[in-house]
């Protein structure tokens, strides 16, 4: 029987707790840094997409104020919207860099795709497609959010894996390296209201078919055997970053 799930987050949920996953369906909260810079970049994409050209400075700013806008009314303290703003900022810009118009050719800007590993399904996101103008090495780059990518095997993230096989079969040009590369920033925690990291940098992984080893394959199987609808809550759970912690071992 395959299970079906909405998206990754979902899924991610439910293998890590299932009880988590039945009532929030995120693993972690999301951190609004990496929310900012995720979509004022998809919106540049779909921008230079549509355009063909690159997005004007003031327009650019423009989709930075309407994004953070969303975000700031969290937080009491406008130093703190302040400083995620900045740093989104700078992250955007790292991102453009990264992709330059010089070196890459947009392919596509957001895209959600379905896929089926093992007895699972889900859709999961891609912010952006490139392609290397190099003739030599042709390389395509999908362009991913993956929270705690500091702290963890990404490849062991069951729904990061199956986003990585599927985007090679879907790759039908001879001779080009799939690359998956994955964002976050290295210090994405909000400790409370009153404080963020003032310091945190755009941390890069990039991942190809060949990084998949054996453990990454068996782990996959094992959680899976747990994608089910029981509701388990985890005793003691050790999750700090699990946003319904304290009322799920408070009941």
């Given at each position: 029987?395959?299970?079906?799930?909405?998206?990754?987050?979902?899924?991610?949920?439910?293998?890590?707790?299932?009880?988590?996953?039945?009532?929030?369906?995120?693993?972690?909260?999301?951190?609004?840094?990496?929310?900012?810079?995720?979509?004022?970049?998809?919106?540049?994409?779909?921008?230079?997409?549509?355009?063909?050209?690159?997005?004007?400075?003031?327009?650019?700013?423009?989709?930075?104020?309407?994004?953070?806008?969303?975000?700031?009314?969290?937080?009491?303290?406008?130093?703190?919207?302040?400083?995620?703003?900045?740093?989104?900022?700078?992250?955007?810009?790292?991102?453009?860099?990264?992709?330059?118009?010089?070196?890459?050719?947009?392919?596509?800007?957001?895209?959600?795709?379905?896929?089926?590993?093992e007895n699972v399904s889900f859709s999961f996101n891609i912010s952006a497609c490139f392609m290397k103008r190099e003739a030599k090495n042709r390389s395509i780059h999908y362009v991913s959010f993956f929270p705690l990518l500091n702290r963890y095997d990404?490849?062991?993230?069951?729904?990061?894996?199956?986003?990585?096989?599927?985007?090679?079969?879907?790759?039908?040009?001879?001779?080009?390296?799939?690359?998956?590369?994955?964002?976050?920033?290295?210090?994405?925690?909000?400790?409370?209201?009153?404080?963020?990291?003032?310091?945190?940098?755009?941390?890069?992984?990039?991942?190809?078919?060949?990084?998949?080893?054996?453990?990454?394959?068996?782990?996959?199987?094992?959680?899976?055997?747990?994608?089910?609808?029981?509701?388990?809550?985890?005793?003691?759970?050790?999750?700090?970053?699990?946003?319904?912690?304290?009322?799920?071992?408070?009941?």
């Amino acid at each position: 029987m395959v299970l079906n799930y909405k998206n990754e987050d979902e899924l991610r949920a439910y293998l890590i707790c299932s009880y988590l996953g039945k009532n929030y369906g995120l693993f972690k909260s999301p951190d609004p840094l990496m929310l900012l810079t995720k979509e004022c970049y998809e919106k540049y994409i779909l921008y230079i997409f549509k355009n063909q050209e690159d997005m004007p400075i003031e327009l650019l700013n423009q989709t930075i104020e309407e994004s953070f806008s969303k975000i700031k009314i969290l937080f009491e303290d406008k130093e703190v919207s302040k400083t995620i703003k900045n740093l989104a900022t700078i992250f955007l810009n790292d991102l453009i860099m990264q992709y330059n118009i010089k070196d890459y050719i947009l392919i596509s800007p957001k895209i959600q795709i379905p896929t089926t590993y093992e007895n699972v399904s889900f859709s999961f996101n891609i912010s952006a497609c490139f392609m290397k103008r190099e003739a030599k090495n042709r390389s395509i780059h999908y362009v991913s959010f993956f929270p705690l990518l500091n702290r963890y095997d990404a490849l062991l993230d069951v729904p990061t894996l199956a986003k990585l096989i599927k985007l090679n079969e879907l790759n039908y040009r001879k001779n080009t390296m799939v690359f998956l590369d994955l964002y976050d920033a290295d210090l994405p925690t909000i400790l409370n209201r009153n404080m963020y990291f003032k310091k945190a940098n755009l941390t890069k992984k990039s991942f190809t078919i060949e990084n998949i080893k054996d453990k990454h394959i068996v782990n996959a199987n094992l959680n899976l055997t747990i994608a089910n609808n029981q509701i388990r809550k985890i005793p003691m759970c050790q999750n700090f970053y699990c946003p319904i912690r304290k009322e799920c071992q408070n009941e």
